[in-house]
């Protein structure tokens, strides 16, 4: 309501992020906050809509990140009508404030959740000329930085490939030391440029802002344990090199036991030890036991019931998947799930719903999440899919269609790091090049 009335409240008091916040505009996004007591626990909420009011019942934190709190309906009727209101509100402050960098970068994100990516030459109608602005307007390294993930991630929806490689590369070599916010930046357009080396130690390098934020789920976590976390997720993102793989999983599992106690480790069990493990279950060859976090990841109980050779349950956790799913646009899916589920399918033998479910999702870009340029296993995972949609339709016979996603890895990764190249090698055989 400030931001309604006042515009320039923005620059005094900066609620925009407090906007996010309040509003959520993107499926499996939570609002979150503490008790007005002495009492510091955490309580989270899904929107949900209840005779036509907008509504967030709290649940405590741990209990629903545990999955133990039930999801409400009508989540996708909430997300439409924040999305609403955020653009009404972020037109209203860019309207009067219309040479201001984060201004123009609200409004981008804003036209872009509402699906106006491009066709308009003006910055209240096109997210890209949005956030072609507001790159021009930033007056910090955060800004402009802002502005470009945002600008990627438009061209990346509209599948402009070429652009995409070279703002992502272009920004890449204008930094070669930046500071850990800088890398939190930069980490995704790494992952796009394939270069995962790169992409784990920015990654590294990235994780004291995760350690410094107060209210953060990891804000107890020691810092060299974020930054072998932060690197293994990177190079199990990308599902090579092996060496170092194995070498941060062994190393990671060594710091726990030096920097946390048995409490924090129980904590971190299933993200910090088991996810970044499920990203990497092909290269390490690895399992877990552990019901709960099975429980509260859908790979980990695939890859699980796949090791039993139950091929029966691992069809069925993915037919629960897509139903549960049912009502969210397929790119809104992450995509390391996306990636690894496809994998699972197809290890199973189920070819032709792993290449349905690719092409389903990859035909759905324009719904990508915005977290996809900025988030190393999403981004990583996403050019993945691409060539294994390539391979799948070189396979059926598909050669257009297989020339065509063949091309797009190439456009993204043929100037990444040696450890991609045989990735690249092969879209170029599929492309006849």
């Known amino acids: 309501r400030a931001l309604e009335q006042v515009p320039s409240f923005a620059f005094q008091f900066g609620p925009f992020e407090r906007l ?42 741990a209990q629903l990140f545990a ?20 653009l009404r509100i972020v037109r209203h402050w860019a309207g009067a404030f219309p040479d201001s960098s984060v201004a123009n970068q609200a409004l981008g994100r804003a036209l872009e959740l509402k699906g106006f990516l491009d066709g308009s030459q003006s910055a209240d109608r096109s997210a890209l ?5 507001a790159r021009a307007q930033a007056r910090t390294t955060d800004d402009s930085l802002a502005a470009i993930n945002l600008e990627i991630r438009v061209l990346l929806k509209l599948q402009r490939f070429e652009d995409v490689s070279d703002l992502a590369s272009e920004t890449l070599d204008r930094f070669g030391a930046p500071t850990p916010r800088e890398a939190r930046q930069l980490v995704g357009l790494a992952a796009l ?77 299933c993200d910090v030890v088991w996810y970044p493990r499920s990203l990497a279950w092909q290269e390490l060859g690895l399992v877990t036991e552990e019901a709960r976090c099975r429980a509260r990841n859908s790979l980990l109980a695939m890859q699980w019931s796949l ?5 029966d349950a691992v069809q069925s956790t993915y037919l629960e998947l897509q139903q549960m799913r049912a009502d969210l646009s397929p790119g809104q899916v992450a995509f390391q799930n996306v990636f690894h589920e496809t994998l699972l399918i197809l290890a199973i033998g189920d070819t032709l719903s792993a290449s349905d479910y690719l092409g389903r999702t990859l035909g759905a870009m324009r719904a990508l999440r915005t977290s996809v340029v ?11 899919a691409m060539a294994l949609r390539a391979q799948l339709a070189a396979a059926s016979g598909d050669q ?23 990735v690249v090698d092969r879209m170029r055989q599929i492309a006849g090049r």
């Open 374 to 384: 900025t988030d190393a296993p999403q981004t990583a995972s996403l050019v993945r």
């Open 129 to 133: 000329v949005a956030a072609r602005l």
């Open 193 to 269: 440029a394939g270069r995962p080396n790169l992409t784990a130690a920015l990654s590294a390098r990235a994780a004291s802002v995760m350690a410094q934020d107060p209210g953060g789920r990891y804000s107890q976590v020691a810092l060299p344990v974020l930054e072998a976390w932060q690197s293994l997720m990177a190079y199990a993102a990308f599902g090579t090199p092996v060496d170092s793989i194995v070498v941060l999983t062994t190393r990671l599992d060594t710091l726990l036991q030096v920097y946390q106690n048995e409490e924090s480790m129980n904590r971190l069990l």
């Open 20 to 61: 996010n916040q309040v509003l959520v505009v993107e499926p499996g996004s939570l609002r979150s906050g503490t008790l007005a007591s002495a009492d510091s626990t955490r309580f989270a909420a899904w929107p949900s809509v209840q005779h036509d009011t907008l509504a967030y019942i709290p649940y405590p934190a």
């Open 400 to 422: 257009a269609v297989a020339e065509e996603w063949a091309e797009k890895v190439i456009h993204l990764w043929q100037d990444g790091e040696q450890d991609v190249r045989p």
């Open 307 to 311: 090791s039993l050779g139950d091929h």
């Open 67 to 86: 999955g133990e709190a039930p999801e409400p309906e009508g989540q996708d009727q909430a997300i439409r009508l924040n999305r609403d209101r955020l």
